[in-house]
């Protein structure tokens, strides 16, 4: 096993580097370091729950469409972030309040959840649920262990 202590960062990127930092400041995220956005060095920011964003760049092709979660098309590679909030009907007021579209909207066994879109159309899911973790995260039996031991 690998030992993992926790998730250090989540690297996005993006293909305006002020529309970006404006956008994520917009949610909390604070400006730590620009160590050379144009020399393709991330752009350090974190948020006071301490997640850490590497914004990458600059992108050198044009934009084009982010189809990694709710498109028909469906490639593989990471589709989205999630991120745990204390109130949903808070956050949806920050989004409207903010001219955030919503994008998508969940209910699943107690979680609750929105999506929106970054600037440059990565999906973004905030997360409401009571606990300290959701139900679709409880442990598999071990019979279904087993089902997927039999078919990696």
Do not use: W
């Not at 202590?5 to 580097?17: A, F, L, M, N, T």
């Not at 301490?50 to 044009?62: E, I, T």
């Not at 998508?104 to 879109?117: P, S």
């Amino acid at each position: 096993m690998l030992e993992i202590e926790k998730v250090d960062h989540i690297g996005i990127r993006v293909s305006d580097k002020t529309r970006s930092i404006a956008f994520y400041e917009l949610l909390g995220f604070e400006l730590i370091s620009d160590s050379g956005f144009d020399k393709g060095h991330p752009i350090i920011m974190e948020h006071p729950s301490g997640v850490v964003l590497n914004l990458l760049g600059p992108s050198n092709v044009s934009e084009g469409h982010n189809i990694l979660m709710d498109e028909d098309q469906k490639h593989p590679g990471i589709t989205h972030v999630s991120y745990k909030v204390t109130s949903l009907d808070e956050t949806k007021a920050f989004l409207a309040k903010n001219a955030i579209p919503i994008t998508g909207q969940i209910n699943f066994k107690g979680l609750q959840a929105v999506f929106i879109r970054d600037p440059d159309r990565n999906v973004i899911e905030l997360d409401a649920y009571p606990g300290a973790e959701p139900g679709p995260r409880a442990k598999m039996s071990d019979k279904d262990k087993h089902c997927y031991k039999d078919h990696p």
